[in-house]
């Protein structure tokens, strides 16, 4: 049974730093492109970072440049450091994992989903 448990998340001020990490099990994913997505209030869910097996990193331009995605492949562990964090980065962070990666990622129409975690960004 696959499962990626997120943690990580928090209360944080303006300016500040999280890091997430997303535990995978069930499986080896060190050849499945692994990313995270996140859901604000009211709003749809939407690409954040993505990183292929082969180590290509790609962001959404919101958070290009403060968030960096990594990935330990020995641990099944996938990390989004989050810096300069703003209040409307505040949303639930998923982690998501699929064998392919390509334009489905962007339309969140990937194979595996965690339950989230909060990161809530006071102003």
């Known amino acids: 049974q696959v499962q990626l448990v997120e943690s990580g998340g928090g209360l944080v001020q303006a300016g500040g730093s999280l890091r997430l990490s997303c535990a995978a099990s069930?499986?080896?994913?060190?050849?499945?492109?692994m990313g995270w997505f996140r859901q604000a209030p009211g709003k749809e869910r939407e690409f954040v970072a993505i990183i292929r097996w082969s180590g290509m990193t790609y962001y959404a331009d919101s958070v290009k440049g403060r968030f960096t995605i990594s990935r330990d492949a020995a641990k099944n562990t996938v990390y989004l450091q989050m810096n300069s964090l703003k209040p409307e980065d505040t949303a639930v962070y998923y982690c998501a994992a699929d064998p392919t990666y390509g334009s489905h990622w962007y339309t969140a129409r990937v194979d595996y989903w965690g339950k989230g975690t909060l990161v809530t960004v006071s102003s």
């Open positions: 069930g499986r080896t994913f060190s050849s499945y492109a």
